[in-house]
């Protein structure tokens, strides 16, 4: 239940929804799997899962939905391999080779003929609207999937609107500063993951795991001109992750400090353990995000 990674969009203007015509909404467009000549299909499910009756889970004044995709793949090889074979076909049987016609098909039969027997992939995701701060925030780093969430509750509610996180401040300059420093905002202290990216094209990129940031090593990657594409970090010993210059947080791990008020949760009742891990981890991001957003020169406006 706990976010693995975040991509975050500030909204830029008041919700034009509140909670019931949310709930109407996401509600009117459910996921249904994909039927034997679907490629791909996705919707809403209940927050917490096919027990629950609410498409919206609320803690903490942040609602909470969850979106599920499917996707056929089509393996490329194979149609092309297959697509070959009825080409020699058709040339014995007609005397001339196919004309692009022909051939569209000829590839559009053989994929008719696979689609029903590929598997689906199934993804879920979820996504926290928190209006009280202004964020909306997609459990995914990917940023085309975090894009796909968001199109749905658009198309679901007709209006979602936000923008992609921005801040003022370059995130691999700071990040840059504070791994040479070791002078971190109040909050936040050094993990032991770091990428650090050369300036040139051929420069190369280091990449370190379980390593001392104050080691030898990591001050000849930064005199030698390589900049910090990536940082793991502590938010007071609550929540550790990785910042990623490209506007994504990832490898969210909650610490065992966080985590000592759920010991006592009822382990019998799964709909009762989500509903207090999801309050918990709302009150977390909400201050670990004003935290974060303040050492990060705070929200740029989206420029046309």
Request: proline share 5%; net charge negative; hydrophobic share 40%.
């Amino acid at each position: 239940m706990w976010y693995r990674a975040l991509s975050l969009f500030p909204l830029t203007a008041a919700l034009p929804f509140d909670l019931t015509m949310l709930e109407k909404s996401l509600g009117e467009h459910p996921f249904r799997p994909c039927g034997t000549l679907d490629l791909a299909s996705n919707g809403f499910e209940p927050a917490l899962g096919p027990k629950a009756e609410a498409h919206v889970h609320v803690a903490e004044g942040v609602w909470t939905v969850r979106w599920v995709s499917e996707e056929k793949r089509l393996p490329a090889g194979f149609v092309r391999d297959q697509l070959a074979e009825k080409v020699v076909e058709f040339e014995a049987r007609e005397g001339h080779a196919p004309g692009s016609r022909d051939k569209k098909e000829l590839r559009e039969g053989i994929e008719h003929a696979l689609i029903p027997r590929l598997i689906p992939r199934r993804r879920r995701m979820f996504a926290s609207i928190d209006s009280e701060r202004g964020w909306v925030i997609v459990d995914s780093g990917a940023s085309k999937q975090a894009e796909a969430l968001i199109g749905a509750v658009r198309q679901a509610t007709g209006s979602l609107p936000v923008t992609p996180w921005r801040t003022h401040d370059d995130w691999s300059a700071v990040m840059t500063r504070w791994l040479e420093s070791r002078d971190l905002p109040e909050g936040f202290e050094l993990d032991e993951t770091c990428e650090l990216t050369a300036q040139e094209e051929d420069g190369g990129t280091a990449t370190l795991r379980r390593h001392d940031m104050t080691a030898d090593e990591v001050k000849c990657h930064l005199a030698s001109g390589k900049r910090v594409t990536k940082l793991g970090l502590i938010w007071r010993d609550r929540m550790r992750f990785v910042l990623d210059a490209q506007g994504v947080l990832r490898n969210l791990k909650p610490t065992d400090t966080l985590l000592e008020p759920l010991e006592n949760a009822d382990d019998d009742d799964a709909m009762a353990r989500m509903d207090q891990t999801l309050a918990l981890q709302n009150l977390t991001l909400r201050a670990m995000l004003d935290d974060l957003n303040a050492a990060l020169g705070g929200r740029a406006e989206r420029v046309a």
